[in-house]
């Protein structure tokens, strides 16, 4: 569908608690990226709403704690990008991270302990210039003002 429609997607991959459940999503990714092909693939998402992480009452503070302030979501973010730009044809396929609105809760973006948005961003921008893009998520469904 995606080859006979021509479209292009935007494909995810997750950033958890568990380095072996990402490793392995990654590789499924890897082998979907492949068959999708870049021309069909708009960005390349690596994690969703991690700062979000910190209100999830099944996720212990050790791991918000390890994603932001021990460095692994950078970490995985930078694996992820060294890896799709060694992958024949998706050297130029931008790559981004899923935020929602709560980054906003911060000027300009949140930056706490629990939550290095602002200095996650200011080091994604400076090292990967033009081929970071910026995503967010909203709900307008959340907004009581929006009527069917």
Known sequence: MVHRGNV????????????????????SVRQLLQLLGPKHVMAVAV???LEL???????????????????????KFVERVEDLQNMKG???VPFTSVFGGYIL???PFVDTPQARVLSFLQNVTDTYGEQW?????VYPYFDPNNRL
């Open 8 to 27: 292009r997607v935007l494909v995810g991959t997750q950033v958890t608690c568990n380095e072996t459940d990402d490793d392995k999503d990654w590789d």
């Open 47 to 49: 994690g969703n709403e």
């Open 90 to 92: 998706f050297e130029e």
């Open 53 to 75: 992480l910190q209100f999830k009452s099944d996720i212990p503070a050790s791991c918000v704690k390890n994603v932001w302030e021990g460095g692994y979501f950078y970490r």
């Open 105 to 107: 809760a911060g000027s």
């Open 133 to 137: 893009i910026y995503s967010l998520n």
